[in-house]
């Protein structure tokens, strides 16, 4: 039984010997619709009713939150989940805090 130190990666290394970045996941990061579609999801599992008026819009990893929350604290969270998102590089937080603009709860 012949055993080799190459089973543990098939992938390429680079020069020092890491593994390539697999160009899959830099796929999965380059389609706008569908990280603002992950980062929207994401937002409502938090608060389905507290982020309905948020529009989300992701161009390069670079994403902005539109809309209107009801508390500052509600705009801080909607951040901080957004940021959680794998591929998200920037973030613009234009939300507004204004509770008359954003429906009953």
Known sequence: MQTSA???SDRPTDVVGQPTPDP???NRDSDP?????SIKSAIDQVGRFAFRRIDVTAVNGKVVLRGFVKTWFQKQL?????????GVNR???SLIVDPDKTGPS
Do not use: K
């Open 91 to 93: 973030l613009d937080n």
């Open 78 to 86: 909607a951040q901080h989940v957004a940021l959680q998102v794998p």
């Open 33 to 37: 619709l569908a990280l603002a579609s």
């Open 6 to 8: 190459s089973t543990q």
């Open 24 to 26: 899959c996941a830099e």
